[in-house]
């Protein structure tokens, strides 16, 4: 896990509201559905101006943190999305500081590791936190990168508070 900027990226595919906990109950998980949607062969030949050939899952509108609600968008980034197919939505995944985990091996198992370290990281309230805003897998043939949004982080919190001047009114 390292910190980077995440550039900025425009996502046009499906979308659903979940929870981790109704994704854990094969009777109310969304995410398989939602996949083999995103995943069927042409699901996204009529997108126009895509950036590659990649999948992209914008995970966001958290209701609270890991445990509460969010909507998961998987598609295909584009340069606009003036016109939308049908049934899809737009998604503005904006350029923040993030960590950025790396999956790789075999998949699903390979992102679930992934996102249990992003739920350790959160957890143990290490830094730079968890802002739980927007996050993005982009799925590449090598694996799949998960950029996590972050706080912002304002210098070391163990070295000294520097003084703060006041200005006269």
Not at 113 to 131: I, N
Not at 139 to 152: E, N, Q, R, S
């Amino acid at each position: 896990m390292i910190i980077v900027d995440r550039p900025e990226t425009l996502v046009v595919g499906f979308a659903v509201r979940t929870t981790n906990a109704a994704e854990a109950d094969p009777a109310r998980a969304q995410l398989p559905g939602l996949w083999a949607r995103a995943g069927a062969p042409g699901a996204f030949a009529h997108v126009p101006g895509r950036v590659d050939e990649n999948l992209y899952a914008v995970l966001t509108d958290y209701e609270s943190d890991h445990n509460g609600a969010y909507t998961q968008i998987v598609g295909v980034a584009v340069r606009t999305a003036a016109r939308l197919p049908e049934g899809m939505v737009a998604v503005r995944v904006p350029g923040v500081p993030a960590l950025l985990f790396e999956a790789r091996g075999p998949m699903p198992g390979a992102l679930t590791e992934a996102w249990q370290q992003v739920w350790k990281h959160a957890e143990s309230g290490l830094t730079p936190a968890r802002a739980f805003t927007t996050d993005l897998e982009i799925h590449h043939p090598g694996g799949v990168d998960l950029f996590v949004a972050t706080l912002p982080s304002f210098g070391d919190p163990t070295g000294p508070i520097p003084p703060v001047q006041a200005t006269p009114a």
